[in-house]
């Protein structure tokens, strides 16, 4: 079984502060995808890089692949009320029936007002 | 915008029920997924299907069937309700975009079961 592991597991910050969310594996992946979850709610995909090296914006949100395509970052500036959620990561493969994506636990990020 | 949408968001039931989950996509999708998600664990995944009529365990099938009758439609059943079957249920389609998978997610139905 492949495995993504996120950290940190939960993150409470203030409104305004910085914050970087990590996503790693021993495993390569094809491509790698970033979901906000808020409560009560399914995941909603965020943005899917496929890349290695690969670095996208989305306004305040920066996602980074990793060069050797093991790992992910998630970095959020001046964070708001509004990113509150549970972030999760999940790595796809390649190749012929490949359906699945492996996720991992999910950070869950509290902004403070 | 791809929807998938789950007919239940809220469910109540007793144990022994038979329970019937429903998620439709509009999408074409061929492929749809089954999951479970419950704190610390992550999501864990049930069942997919590749196709209609096709259908594979995922990590953790045990108490669970599934229908896909349609391209569409996929159904997610439990036999006989337990109380440890009490969970967030979230379906998903997905497609092949470029090499990557992209999962589509329905908003989930949190299932009781007392």
Sequence with gaps: TQLLEQSPQFLSIQEGENLT???????????????????GEGPVLLVTVVTGGEVKKLKRLTFQFGDARKDSSLHITAAQ????????????????GSYQLTFGKGTKLSVIP | D?????????????????VFLECVQDMDHENMFWYRQDPGLGLR????????????KGDIPE????????????????????????????????????????????????????
Excluded: H
């Design chain 2, 63 to 114: 108490g669970y069937s599934v229908s896909r009758e349609k391209k569409e439609r996929f159904s997610l059943i439990l036999e006989s309700a337990s109380t440890n079957q009490t969970s967030m249920y979230l379906c998903a389609s997905s497609f092949r975009r470029g090499g990557s998978t992209i999962q589509y997610f329905g908003a989930g139905t949190r299932l009781s079961v007392l």
């Design chain 2, 45 to 56: 995944l049930i069942y997919f299907s590749y196709d209609v009529k096709m259908k594979e």
């Design chain 1, 21 to 39: 969310v990590y996503c790693n594996s021993s495993s390569v992946f094809s491509s790698l995808q970033w979901y906000r979850q808020e409560p």
């Design chain 1, 81 to 96: 009320p509004g990113d509150t959620g549970l972030y999760l990561c999940a790595g796809g493969y390649s190749g012929a």
């Design chain 2, 2 to 18: 791809v929807k998938v949408t789950q007919s239940s968001r809220y469910l109540v039931k007793r144990t022994g029920e038979k």
